[in-house]
């Protein structure tokens, strides 16, 4: 047990003091402080916020600027609408120069017509908000046209109360549906992206200790199957730590970011209302998820003598996450439709299929429980084939790029 300890050691403190994990685990971090910042760094950049936020209007009606004033100030917008004198040709030469960002033609010629002229017709932030209250004052006077008071134009535009009800007992409502779908999402995204980087780390750590040798020394001092699971539980064990990581750098950002935008990413994405039972099937499906995966790394890893040759190896692997992910993905919107049911139970892509599940439906417990089953009866079965399959492979050399290989490292293990 002490050889296992050393190993499970020196794979996680190894990994752990490498360029490439600081690196990753800097640029993730500091990405997560920057986006939830976004708006203030944008804010900065622009400058005055109040010269940003003042519409230049062209009207001949002081009539619409009173009204377009007021349905800025019962739509709560930061935008303030002021008459201005200049020419069109003197606003748009404002306009590039960066003295404005925007102007507004308002004409009322038995119809209200409106041009909003900006720097680039892709902003549409600004552009949107003008655009609304424009259309406002157009149904405000055509009912004054129509000879409609106040509370027939209300009930003109009232919304009709639409209520979506599913028969199935394993259905959430709408409202639940759009709590849990951001939160299901990114931990799906979290999953998808552990069991294709850690796995693959471990394969690239078996072939470069065959390809320098260093292998040769190890399993003369320690069996190549404990050799194998202390490589997988110490990269499992740093893979945990990095996500913790990522996770509190998530949080502190968005909690120390101070702006409504960001404080209002916990509700839209479901964090404030999730069920308890949701992160730990999202701990427990990382989990499983990536053992199943990492013994399978290993077994692959332990097959090439070359670093090189790892990737092509590992293709079949990546391409069952691959399909695992696409259906997860697309499950988001069908979370009940029966290949996605259907797949939740296949081993390889029960981490993110039956996660997506437990996160969108409420499902008897019994379903959730049988995949864990079969996954732990996977990763049994796979443990024992693929220490078969190590104990020879980490003793073969020279050039192996076939699955073929197997056989002969079952064999060869066999002699050993």
Same mark, same amino acid.
């Given at each position: 047990m002490h050889s296992f300890w050393i190993i499970f /050691?020196?794979? *996680?403190?190894?990994?752990?003091?490498? /360029?490439?994990?600081l690196i990753t685990t800097g640029v993730v971090v500091a990405a997560f402080f920057l986006l939830a910042n976004i708006s203030n760094i944008i804010a900065i950049f622009n400058g005055d916020e109040n010269e940003e936020n003042t519409l230049h209007v062209v009207s001949e009606n002081p009539a619409l600027l009173e009204n377009l004033q007021a349905q800025l100030v019962l739509m709560n917008s930061e935008t303030e609408a002021v008459p201005t004198y200049l020419t069109e040709a003197e606003l748009q030469k404002s306009i590039?120069?960066?003295? @404005?960002?925007?102007? #507004?033609? #308002?004409? +009322?010629?038995?119809? #209200?017509?409106a041009r909003y002229v900006s720097e680039s017709a892709n902003e549409m932030g600004g552009g949107a908000e003008i655009e609304n209250a424009v259309q406002a004052i157009h149904t405000a006077i055509t009912a004054e046209s129509l000879g409609l008071n106040d509370g027939q134009v209300g009930q003109l535009f009232m919304p009709v109360e639409f209520e979506r009800q599913a028969v199935s007992e394993s259905s959430k409502s709408q409202e639940e549906l759009s709590q849990a779908r951001g939160l299901v999402y990114v931990l799906i995204m979290l999953i998808y992206v552990a069991v294709i980087y850690y796995p693959n780390m471990i394969a690239m750590e078996v072939a470069t200790e065959k390809s320098s040798r260093v292998m040769e020394i190890l399993i003369s001092s320690v069996s190549p199957v404990k050799h194998m699971f202390a490589k997988i539980a110490g990269i499992g064990s740093l893979g945990i730590l990095q996500m913790m990581i990522f996770g509190l750098a998530g949080y502190f950002a968005i909690q120390t970011a101070g702006t409504d #935008?960001? /404080?209002?990413?916990?509700?839209?994405?479901? *964090?404030?209302?999730?069920? @308890?039972?949701?992160? +730990? *099937?999202?701990?427990l499906f990382f989990l499983l998820g990536y053992f199943l995966y990492a013994v399978l790394a290993a077994l692959l890893g332990s097959l090439v003598s070359r670093t090189e040759d790892v990737q092509q190896l590992m293709l079949p692997?990546?391409?069952l996450i691959i399909i695992g992910s696409l259906i997860a993905f697309s499950?988001?919107?069908? %979370?009940?439709?029966?290949?996605?049911?259907?797949?939740?139970?296949? %081993?390889?892509?029960? %981490?993110l299929v039956m996660f997506l599940r437990v996160g969108m439906l409420d499902l008897s417990l019994w379903e959730p429980l049988l995949s864990i089953g079969i996954m732990l009866l996977t990763i049994g079965i796979l443990g024992w084939f693929g220490a078969r399959v190590y104990r020879g492979g980490v003793l073969m050399y020279g050039s192996s790029q076939s699955l073929k290989d197997i056989r002969k490292a079952i064999h060869l293990g066999n002699k050993k």
């Open positions: /050691k020196q794979a *996680f403190i190894t990994k752990a003091r490498t /360029k490439s994990f590039t120069e960066g003295t @404005i960002d925007d102007y #507004l033609v #308002l004409m +009322l010629d038995g119809q #209200l017509s #935008l960001t /404080k209002g990413v916990f509700s839209v994405m479901g *964090f404030s209302e999730v069920k @308890i039972s949701t992160f +730990l *099937f999202a701990i692997m990546m391409i499950g988001i919107s069908v %979370p009940e439709a029966s290949y996605v049911t259907i797949s939740s139970y296949i %081993p390889f892509f029960a %981490p």
